[in-house]
């Protein structure tokens, strides 16, 4: 049974860098049908999609957020991580990691079908 | 990029009602449509891909219709588990996604 468990400070100060890393258990972050994510939400607010890696280490982000963004994978602990730099109080949310499953197939790497139960991250001072 | 547009925001039903969420996107995306179930304090669950494509798992009172811009997520006879909020996303073009539907009780 495929688990995500995102981990990382749970408050950022202004202008420094976010950091989380999302540990996948039951399964291979190598396996190469599945795509990986992270997708946040402020409080009492909607989805936003942050980006997608595959385990080569193929990256695609949002241009809103792409000057900020780097998305890794470190696969000798079966891990992959998220940065966001020069984070605001805008940036508070929770972030979620999540899985595509591509079943063998072609398939998007924009969709997520498991996610991650999510972590609050708040930008204070 | 793609906006996507859900209405109603909110929805009052009672259960058994039958319901309809309706999610347009600012230009085509085919059939690239996803619909996820977000419960308080819960990660989303994904509900239907491919605008119609039923998630393995989901309960078939849940469907989904619609390409090009305009789509619809169904619930044939609304249950308890179901009050909860819906998104619908797009991927056709990366991944943006409509900004909810809450369904609340009457």
């Known amino acids: 049974q495929l688990q995500l468990q995102e981990s990382g400070p749970g408050l950022v100060k202004p202008s420094e860098t976010l950091s989380l890393t999302c540990t996948v258990s039951?399964?291979?972050?190598?396996?190469?049908?599945?795509?990986w994510g992270w997708i946040r939400q402020p409080p009492g607010k909607g989805l936003e999609w942050i980006g997608s890696i595959y385990y080569s280490g193929s990256t695609y982000y949002n241009p809103s957020l792409k000057s900020r963004v780097t998305m890794s994978v470190d696969t000798s602990k079966n891990q992959f991580s998220l940065k966001l730099s020069s984070v605001t109080a805008a940036d508070t949310a929770v972030y979620y990691c999540?899985?595509?499953?591509?079943?063998?197939?072609?398939?998007?790497?924009?969709?997520?079908?498991?996610w991650g139960q999510g972590t609050l991250v708040t930008v204070s001072s | 990029d793609i906006q996507m547009t859900q209405s109603p925001s909110t929805l009052s039903a009672s259960v058994g009602d039958r319901v309809t969420i309706t999610c347009r996107a600012s230009q085509s995306i085919s059939s690239w449509l996803a619909w996820f179930q977000q419960k308080p304090g819960k990660a989303p669950k994904l509900l239907i891909y491919k605008a119609s494509s039923l998630e393995s798992g989901v309960p078939s009172r849940f469907s989904g219709s619609g390409s090009g811009t305009e789509f619809i997520l169904t619930i044939s006879s609304l249950q308890p588990d179901d009050f909860a909020t819906y998104y619908c996303?797009?991927?056709?073009?990366?991944?943006?996604f409509g900004q909810g539907t809450k369904v609340e009780i009457k």
């Open positions: 039951g399964g291979s972050i190598r396996n190469n049908n599945y795509y």
């Open positions: 996303q797009q991927y056709n073009s990366q991944a943006t």
């Open positions: 999540a899985r595509r499953d591509c079943g063998g197939g072609a398939c998007s790497a924009y969709l997520f079908d498991y």
